[in-house]
């Protein structure tokens, strides 16, 4: 027999080479009929649902604000915050009066730099900025008993101040014996006014408004804590000679106006021109 020809078409490997390259001619010839120039095209952009949504692709996202941190104290008050010490020893190196004089060691020109003789206590709480005052004026509020002092505390969520927390807020971790520092400068605080008596004996009323001392300022920022009106506090543990009630900073006279320095023999409800408070409350 002669050769043998296949009569019913092109192989099966020969049909699947030839779909192959006819499908890539289509497609060549396609993706040339849609670009003008036969450059290769450009992939296309990926879908953008919105204008909001491409906006936001396109600027990067801000950092988050913190919310604002909230105050330790109300208004009014200053945050006292640091470790206090208990027992402290200041010894006067220089006094303003002469020695053979009645008040010859009364008032301390200077002082020595303070020794803390014992642990430190951590401490943490709020304090009046300056002296309560009156309702209708800027002059610290006066004949305010230890009684009244307690209840006008208590009004507004607070306390009367303990002896510990006056001091503390007085002279600052570095125990200053005065608010602004180790020398007494008159001119600093309300003080040292000799004419305070009456003709007829009573005491003058030389109060100051309250914060017009700029000077007059403890380290962690309470105003008039020497001088003006003597404070009311609750003294610690079993008090001074037996005394709860005790008064701090003194007032106009020439007196003793070191933070350490009080005075008792008043009854709680003593209250004379001379006597104020300011209160205090726990820190948030």
Not at 20 to 30: G, I, K, Q, R, Y
Not at 101 to 130: L, N, Q, W
Not at 202 to 229: I, Q, T, Y
Not at 257 to 276: I, L, N, S
């Amino acid at each position: 027999m002669g050769p043998q020809y296949q009569t019913h078409g092109p192989s099966l490997g020969f049909r699947r080479a030839l779909t192959t390259s006819t499908s890539l001619a289509f497609a060549t010839t396609l993706v040339l009929a849609c670009t003008k120039d036969g450059s290769e095209p450009k992939p296309p952009l990926a879908p953008v649902s919105s204008a909001a949504t491409l906006s936001q692709a396109n600027v990067p996202l801000a950092a988050a604000t913190p919310p604002p941190t909230p105050a330790a104290c109300p208004d009014g008050m200053v945050l006292v915050e640091g470790n206090y010490c208990p027992e402290v020893e200041q010894e006067c190196e220089k006094w303003m009066d002469p020695p053979n004089t009645k008040y010859g060691h009364f008032r301390c020109a200077r002082y020595k730099p303070s020794v803390c003789k014992g642990e430190r206590v951590a401490m943490r709480y709020c304090i009046d900025r300056t002296e309560r005052r009156e309702a209708s004026s800027a002059l610290p509020k006066n004949f305010v008993s230890f009684d009244d002092a307690r209840k006008l505390c208590k009004a507004d969520g607070a306390h009367v101040c303990n002896e510990s927390e006056w001091q503390f807020a007085c002279e600052g971790e570095e125990m200053l014996p005065y608010p602004y520092g180790y020398a007494r400068d008159s001119s600093a605080c309300n003080v040292d006014t000799f004419d305070h008596l009456l003709s007829h004996g009573h005491l003058a009323d030389h109060r100051n408004e309250v914060a017009s001392h700029p000077k007059c300022k403890s380290p962690f920022g309470a105003m008039d804590m020497a001088g003006n009106v003597e404070e009311w506090v609750a003294a610690d543990g079993k008090g001074k000679y037996g005394w709860k009630q005790v008064l701090k900073g003194s007032y106009w006279i020439p007196s003793r106006h070191a933070c350490r320095q009080f005075q008792v023999g008043h009854g709680p409800e003593y209250g004379g021109r001379e006597t104020g408070t300011r209160c205090c409350k726990d820190a948030f």
